[in-house]
């Protein structure tokens, strides 16, 4: 089974930039059909943020469309969350996770491995 591990997580500006990372270990994640970017803020309900299927298609949150780039880098094993002029809404702890159904949504439920989170701080 694959183990997530994200990073890159940090304290920035307003308008700033962040690359999260997320290392696959144990298992290809490549067999997963679906990975995805979720966050959670202080006091709200995790939300999904940005998703990509093993064969490139890509979706994302509204809140983030032409700021975020999500990415992966098979050889490496490794999915990215390019973020971009970062607001202080942005903040949160950010999940890497993977799917291994035949949907690929920002339903959490069909998400069966997490990793363990990277904070993302944006300050005004």
């Known amino acids: 089974q694959v183990q997530l591990v994200e990073s890159g997580g940090g304290s920035v500006q307003a308008g700033g930039s962040l690359r999260l990372s997320c290392a696959a270990s144990?298992?290809?994640?490549?067999?997963?059909?679906?990975m995805g970017w979720f966050r959670q803020a202080p006091g709200k309900e995790r939300e999904g943020v940005a998703r990509?299927?093993?064969?490139?298609?890509?979706r994302y949150a509204n809140s983030v469309k032409g700021r975020f780039t999500i990415s992966q880098d098979n050889a490496r094993n490794t999915l990215y969350l390019q973020m971009n002029s970062l607001k202080p809404e942005d903040t949160a702890m950010y999940y890497c996770?993977?799917?291994?159904?035949?949907?690929?949504?920002?339903?959490?439920?069909?998400?069966?491995?997490w990793g363990q989170g990277t904070q993302v701080t944006v300050s005004s």
């Open positions: 996770a993977a799917a291994s159904g035949e949907i690929c949504s920002f339903e959490e439920t069909r998400y069966n491995i």
């Open positions: 144990g298992a290809s994640y490549s067999t997963y059909y679906c």
């Open positions: 990509i299927t093993s064969y490139g298609t890509i």
